[in-house]
């Protein structure tokens, strides 16, 4: 990504230039027709305005501040992270099964949530990976992912679907792991081996404090609302 950026600003700063250089069309116009075509239909709007506005100075501090409180009251109600969520129209569902699981036993596990999906009535299609995940890392065998495209006409959006499949996939699958995303989000977290939407990771060289440090930031995570995954994954990659 920052490679695909740097790019684009050499683009810009080099090429650009040299293409509207070369393709660019000179015309031949007096300093009376480009003032003319500055005006347009904006500029007597906005010099009438500010005409009037002049006339009543006692305005401008009352409106200015309107206008501070306004901007402020936006900029809290507006999102900013770097991936909104939306309905795509598809979303990711990653899965992990306890750690040592064999590719065969996952295989059978995820044999039952085919059927859930299939059974879904807003799923058109679905694919499915094991052991391997976008951006080709290396992944363990009890790992990997569906990618779930919906139907165009639907009535629910997809956030409830995904919450209807991780109450079924929970109720018969507690051993397994999940979580839900949306689909571009969920390449972007691959790609840049960024897990996505949050992932806590606990470091130390004592393993029983790790495990119980852990538990104990599960607990906290399941108090927060909207809060969906609460479960923990121990493994025994101790800090040496």
């Known amino acids: 990504m920052i490679f695909a950026l740097l790019v684009s600003f050499a683009v810009s700063l080099l090429v650009a230039p040299l293409l509207a250089s070369r393709f660019k069309i000179r015309e031949s116009v007096t300093p009376e027709t480009v003032a003319t075509k500055k005006k347009g239909r904006l500029l007597p709007l906005y010099q009438s305005a500010l005409s009037g506005l002049l ?10 501040l309107i206008l501070l409180g306004s ?3 936006f900029y809290t109600q507006l999102g900013s992270s770097f991936m909104p969520v939306m309905d795509e129209g598809a979303f990711v569902l990653d899965y992990w099964s306890p750690p040592g699981t064999s590719l065969n036993e996952t295989h059978r596990v995820l044999l039952e949530l085919e059927e859930m999906i299939m059974e879904t009535p807003e799923v058109e299609s679905y ?27 639907r009535n629910r959006s997809a956030e409830q679907i995904m919450d209807e499949l991780r109450s079924q996939i929970e109720a018969s699958q507690p051993a397994l792991r999940i979580e839900f995303g949306e689909a571009i989000q ?3 977290g691959d790609l840049t ?22 538990k104990d ?3 906290i995570i399941a108090t927060v609302p909207g809060s969906s995954t609460r479960s923990t994954a121990l493994q025994s990659a101790v800090q040496r």
């Open 55 to 64: 006339k009543r100075r006692i305005l401008i501090i009352p409106l200015t």
């Open 71 to 73: 901007s402020a009251y």
């Open 127 to 153: 694919s499915r990976r094991t052991g391997t995940q976008m951006g080709f890392f290396i992944t363990e065998p009890n790992t990997g992912d569906f990618l779930i495209k919906l139907k165009a006409k």
């Open 186 to 188: 969920d390449l972007v």
């Open 193 to 214: 081996n960024v897990p996505s939407p949050i992932e806590i990771k606990v470091f130390g060289p004592d393993k029983p404090l790790i495990e119980k440090t852990a």
């Open 217 to 219: 930031i599960a607990g």
